[in-house]
Nanobody
Framework: QVQLVESGGGVVQAGGSLRLSCAAS???????VGWFRQAPGKEREFVGT???????YYADSVEGRFTISREDDKNLVFLQMNSLKPEDTALYYC?????????????????WGQGTQVTVSS
């Protein structure tokens, strides 16, 4: 079993930055750790994911603005978000996947955190 806890959300003005953290405990996730987001009334949306070999994949909507990184010795995964826009406002989740090749759908992930709220004001 894997437990995931997100932190770092908050309120920021458009153009600003935030860094989200995902702390993992329990069984080691050996495949991918991803980030998703869900705005009110919308489906959960893929943001990006990082493999155990440090390969990174992003949604087109965040490419060039968001960066995923990991510190394996601390069981941490980060989502650095720059140039934030009001449309980035959502509840952000980290998730762990045991699947491949590159999991981009919520169904591809086995473990989920509770989420952290990001609000970008215009």
């Amino acid at each position: 079993q894997v437990q995931l806890v997100e932190s770092g959300g908050g309120v920021v003005q458009a153009g600003g930055s935030l860094r989200l953290s995902c702390a993992a405990s329990g069984r080691r996730i050996t495949t991918f750790v991803g980030w998703f987001r869900q705005a009110p009334g919308k489906e959960r949306e893929f943001v990006g994911t990082i493999s155990w070999t440090n390969n990174k994949y992003y949604a087109d909507s965040v490419e060039g603005r968001f960066t995923i990184s990991r510190e394996d010795d601390k069981n941490l995964v980060f989502l650095q978000m720059n140039s934030l826009k009001p449309e980035d406002t959502a509840l952000y989740y980290c998730a762990g996947s045991l699947m491949g090749p590159v999991p981009r759908t919520p169904e591809s992930y086995n473990y989920w955190g509770q989420g952290t709220q990001v609000t970008v004001s215009s």
